[in-house]
């Protein structure tokens, strides 16, 4: 094992004291080889338990960024991302923690986690220079997500977020009870989402059907003769398609 992954179980075992029981123990531990074995073995095992709250001051941040999911399952099970398969293939593949939070509390928190993944997403993407597509390709900025919803998706979202407040984490760790899910309908109609990060901050806003079918092909650099033609399969003429194409680069929702 490399020094950068041996480190990386470093912290692992910091968050996780399951993964140090099966360190210290005699049994296989995927992913680490003897060596790297001996070496974590050497130190005190009680070092590794030196901070009680590290894991609580890290799942305050996620709730920071996830407080309308959290509201749907309950705060009181969350503390196990931190020994869940999903925590420890982020910290290892050195990806986000808060991106893989969000893929972990979607099936347990239903639509919602989606458009807060999304609002996360945005967010970091503003953080990153936009790197441009080759020429005569086009690519959906990073502050700009489209989202296919069940119908009432955004609604949920939003009535959490008002009832948690200003300070949602606090209401949060206070017991807050949200609501009752609406029944799932089968066939549900689905409604279309943009979330896009403005100068301004985060915002969720209705899209349609045609937008979400280009921003969503656009995820990966994609040629403009394409996006033409699935912007006139999707209703529009050729000169509206152009006219569409080019109004989303100069609002920056495409980069290109």
Do not use: K
């Not at 948690?164 to 409604?191: D, I, M, T, Y």
């Not at 912007?231 to 152009?242: F, K, M, P, Y």
Request: proline share 7%; glycine share 10%.
């Amino acid at each position: 094992m490399n020094a950068p992954d041996l480190q990386r179980v470093v912290v692992r075992m910091l968050y996780d004291p399951v993964l140090v029981e099966q360190i210290y123990g005699s049994g296989r531990v995927e992913g680490v080889d003897a060596e790297a074995r001996a070496l974590l073995t050497r130190v005190d095992r009680r070092a590794w338990g030196t901070d009680p709250y590290r894991r609580a001051r890290t799942l305050h941040a996620l709730l920071e960024e996830y407080p309308a999911s959290a509201a749907e399952v309950g705060v009181a099970g969350l503390d196990a991302f931190f020994g869940d398969r999903a925590f420890h293939a982020a910290i290892q593949a050195r990806a986000s923690i808060a991106d893989a939070f969000g893929a972990w509390i979607g099936p347990r928190a239903g639509p919602v986690a989606a458009v807060e993944r999304a609002v996360v997403s945005v967010r970091r993407g503003a953080e990153r220079a936009p790197s441009a597509p080759a020429a005569g390709l086009l690519l959906c900025a990073p502050t700009v997500r489209s989202l296919a919803l069940p119908t009432g998706t955004c609604a949920r979202w939003q009535a959490l977020r008002a009832a948690l407040g200003p300070e949602p984490v606090s209401r949060l760790l206070a017991g807050f009870q949200a609501p009752p899910r609406p029944p799932p309908v089968r066939r549900a109609a689905v409604e279309h989402l943009i979330v896009e990060r403005t100068a301004e901050g985060e915002g969720v806003g209705e899209g349609s059907s045609g937008l979400h079918a280009l921003l969503t092909r656009a995820e990966r650099p994609c040629p403009r003769a394409e996006l033409r033609r699935l912007a006139v399969r999707e209703g529009a003429t050729q000169a509206e398609a152009d006219e569409i194409l080019d109004g989303l680069v100069a609002d920056g929702v495409l980069l290109g």
